[in-house]
């Protein structure tokens, strides 16, 4: 078991790398200046130019690449180009904000998909698990900004319940404020997951009900709870699997969410400093979500692992 | 076989309804709360920037930047007189109580402080506050220069060839050359106190201190910033006790979160909810201010070299139509640089009203009866740029009716800022740029139309050139009477007018939606705003 989460530990620093290389490129290839973001627009080119080199934008892109993997290494992100906050400072606490958020999300979306899953999958010719299943199917379609929008015009404009942006009120950010602030945002957010995850726990329990096994404990008169639990222990690998996928996604893929709830997140921070072209911050971001991602796996694959002994001869 | 019924189990739903229960509870709990804060006076802004401005002397985020937080911190030497709605905003005494230039030199200027005045930090202001400012942006050498401020702020100071202390109360400046234009760049010279600057160092920017109107209080990335009124404002203090600042980038978040009485003041709502907002008792306010939206036009290559094309597009345009249809009033007819109503506005030069026959008459005359084909590249979104994708289609529809094919490409803000900056492509023909500007300082008629400033040497992007113009425009930074110098703009906007090297198109209005409770506000012709008027009720 050991050795295992080793390897994949090890595995992580290519993929990284990977990452790592790949956004620096991107942002490197994408037309754009930092400098604009800096400069009056009436400012000249040899003003703009004095800017540049003084943040060593003038360098070859592999030297400027070497130069922030140097530092990256001994722990440090470096400074905003148009904040000059030391990158740290501006995405921890966004990415405490997502995790909030995210990790909030996946509680939602991972009860939901059960409860819904195995409803359906142990009454599947009910007319509620059709309407279930066209509402996850509706789930996975939806674009989740436009929800996000259609959620805000009902539950905040027309009838006022919840407010429709930030994470706090002014003057408020008590537990239940926030907790007010993060119910449309986290409905926004779930949508498609709980659509992924149903789907996929209804398939899963289906499959399950249909083995030997169940049968033999049925017919042994076991109660039906502690059957769905037999159920459950033999489906859990597969749900956790997609579940550590689907929360990676929920991590990175709220970046349109949380701008259009103007939730603090590490997805509005990146957005925003992509307009500006604030390489050092983008970069990080990046970074932090590629992390957070390889690192939900290992855990899933860790306690995929510990559940299903054939998984650790791999 | 029997069916099993999960669901059959009592206790399940308990568990259910106990955690909807709760949720409700927290959710609900707080809905009729915040009723401390309400005796404050505490107005909410919904700014339209993705992040909070950093508080330093030059803030980022642009203008938006300058003017809830540049200006409500701090001070220039020179002010805005942002109190009057019916007339441009003119410079007024700010730091300096006056100032003037030498007669016998007149690149020599002397400026006379304001006495007993302290930064919200206590430390007195006086010439060496100034001289410390101007150090920490213009001199290398400088313990506490501050290259990134240097560069947000070089067009404030790139005429000042040196500054020099007289005494507590007096400070001196010399310029590059007789520069009559000197007070409109010191308003973007902004005083800090140097004591917290020596004391914060780099962390300055979380803790900042000015003499404004407002003093800082707290910031919180990508989530707010805090203002509260400074008593002792040399100016009068304000009449509100706090003011926060929000970040909302989307538009149609910034308009529900107005309607959910979240925030009172949103800045530039989506123009298709004027009516919505004015029938519920919003206050809709719009005023003219010195910013353009038009086509920078490629005077050196193709057909738009040519005057009589340059004219006949200006004549296809139906401004009325996209002012107050399309735009529901959030804008109004371009002409010429400044605005109908400014003091710079000239109505001797040509007037263009919509007279498509005229256009394609003058396109006739200019060698192209059947029209052409041409590129624009706009953009897609960006500070000041209004709502670019449906503008410019109307724009392409216009043109096309008189015979002119525009192709619109259409490029991320920052990419086509950039592309811009660096002129007009090589390789491929494009006949335009669609970009907003802002005419400020008269320092726009050189900086955007004199043959010196033609790229690379400066920002006339297009290659626009005329003697008479750059005559006009070189003496103007000579003359120190202020109606000389405004006859003097009038002519050069004539002759813009009629040059035309730019497509214009519309002047934005500046839209921005208050709650009925905000009271008091005065809407300047400016990009800035006087806060300190404000109540709520």
């Known amino acids: ?314 | 076989m029997r069916r099993f019924n999960l669901f059959a189990n009592a206790r399940m739903p308990a568990v259910w309804l106990a955690l909807a229960a709760l949720l409700l509870a927290a959710a609900c709990g707080e809905a009729g709360g915040g009723s401390e804060a309400a005796k404050e006076q505490t107005l909410v802004i919904g700014m339209s920037a993705a992040n909070i401005p950093v508080p330093d002397t030059t803030p980022t985020e642009g203008y938006e930047g300058m003017r809830f937080v540049g200006y409500q911190l701090y001070d220039a030497l020179v002010n805005w007189d942002l109190s009057k709605s019916d007339k441009q905003a003119t410079l007024k005494p700010g730091l300096a109580e006056s100032w003037e230039h030498s007669d016998s030199d007149p690149t020599l200027w002397t400026f006379h402080l304001r006495k007993n005045v302290s930064f919200h930090d206590g430390t007195p202001f006086n010439a060496d506050s100034v001289i410390f400012a101007f150090e920490r942006m213009m001199n290398p050498q400088f313990e506490y220069y501050n290259a990134q401020l240097a560069g947000s702020s070089a067009s404030s100071f790139r005429h000042i060839e040196s500054y020099a202390k007289i005494d507590d109360s007096t400070v001196s400046i010399k310029t590059k050359g007789v520069y009559s234009f000197l007070p409109y760049d010191l308003t973007g010279i902004l005083i800090a106190s140097p004591e917290a600057i020596k004391k914060e160092g780099a962390g300055y920017v979380n803790n900042p201190v000015g003499t404004g109107p407002f003093r800082f209080m707290s910031m919180k990335q990508g989530q707010e910033m805090v203002l509260a009124k400074n008593e002792t404002y040399w100016g009068g203090a304000p009449k509100l006790d706090q003011i926060v600042l929000r970040p909302i980038s989307d538009p149609s978040a910034r308009l529900a979160a107005l309607q959910a009485g979240e925030i009172d003041w949103a800045e530039v709502p989506p123009p298709e909810s004027i009516e919505l907002l004015k029938s519920a008792g919003y206050q809709l306010l719009t005023n003219p201010y010195p910013h353009i939206w038009p086509y920078v036009l490629n005077v050196q290559d193709g057909p738009w070299k040519d005057k009589r094309v340059r004219q006949a597009a200006n004549y296809a345009i139906d401004r009325e139509g996209m002012s107050s249809v399309l735009l529901v009033g959030a804008a109004t007819p371009s002409t010429q640089p400044m605005y109908k109503g400014h003091a710079w506005y000239s109505d001797k030069g040509e007037a263009y009203d919509y007279n498509p026959d005229k256009a394609k008459q003058l396109l006739a005359e200019a060698g192209y009866p059947n029209g052409f084909k041409t590129t624009f590249l706009v953009p897609s979104s960006g500070s000041g740029n209004m709502w670019p994708l449906v503008m410019n289609e109307y724009v392409q529809k216009n043109l096309k009716a008189v015979g002119i094919d525009v192709k619109l490409e259409t490029i991320e803000w920052q990419t086509l800022l950039t592309q811009f900056l660096g002129g007009f492509p090589k390789d491929k023909e494009v006949g335009a740029y669609n970009i907003s500007l802002p005419t400020i300082s008269p320092t726009f008629y050189s900086m955007f139309f004199s043959t010196a400033s033609i790229f690379p040497n400066g920002i006339n992007i297009g290659g626009y050139s005329n003697p008479e113009f750059d005559r006009l425009v070189e003496k103007a930074e000579t003359v120190f009477d202020e109606s000389e110098q405004t006859a003097i703009f009038r002519e050069a906007s004539a002759i813009l007018a009629d040059d035309a090297p730019y497509l214009y198109v519309v002047h934005d209005l500046n839209l921005r939606a208050l709650s009925p409770k905000v009271k008091g506000f005065v809407q300047p012709q400016s990009w800035f705003a006087d806060l300190t008027t404000i109540s709520m009720e």
């Open chain 1, 1 to 314: 078991m050991g050795s295992f989460i080793w390897k994949r530990l090890l595995l992580m620093i290519p993929t990284l790398l990977g990452v790592t290389i790949v956004v620096f490129l991107m942002l490197k290839i994408v037309p754009g200046d930092p400098v604009n973001a800096l400069v009056p627009t009436d400012a000249t080119e040899a003003e703009r130019e004095a800017v540049r080199a003084r943040l060593g934008l003038d360098q070859p892109i592999f030297v400027q690449y070497a130069n922030w993997l140097a530092r990256v290494v001994r722990g440090d992100l470096g400074d905003s180009l148009v904040r000059r906050l030391p990158v740290a400072d501006l995405l921890l606490p966004a990415l405490q904000n997502t995790l909030l958020l995210a990790i909030t999300a996946a509680i939602v979306s991972f009860a939901v998909a059960l409860a819904v899953g195995v409803y359906s999958a142990y009454y599947p010719k009910s007319s509620l698990a059709a309407t279930f299943n066209a509402l996850s199917l509706a789930g996975i379609g939806l674009p989740n900004f436009w929800v996000a929008l259609i959620l805000i015009g009902v539950f905040s404009v027309a009838l006022g319940w919840l407010p429709s942006a930030g994470m706090k009120s002014a003057g408020g950010g008590s537990f239940a404020d926030i907790i007010r602030h993060l119910i449309l945002p986290v409905a926004a957010t779930v949508l498609s997951t709980v659509g992924v995850m149903t789907r996929m726990v209804r398939s899963t329990v289906s499959g399950i009900l249909q083995q030997d096994h169940i049968f033999v404990l049925r017919a042994k008169g076991i109660s039906p709870t502690k059957v769905l639990l037999h159920v459950l222990r033999n489906g859990m690998p597969t749900i956790l699997n997609v579940a550590g996928l689907q929360f990676g996604y929920l991590l990175g893929g709220s970046v349109l969410v949380e701008t259009v709830f103007s939730w603090p997140g590490v997805g509005q921070v990146i957005y925003q400093t992509i307009g500006q072209r604030d390489f050092p911050v983008v970069q990080a971001g990046v970074l932090i979500i590629a992390i957070a991602f390889v690192g939900i796996n290992l855990i899933v694959d860790a306690a995929h692992a510990a559940l299903d002994p054939r998984v650790r001869r791999v």
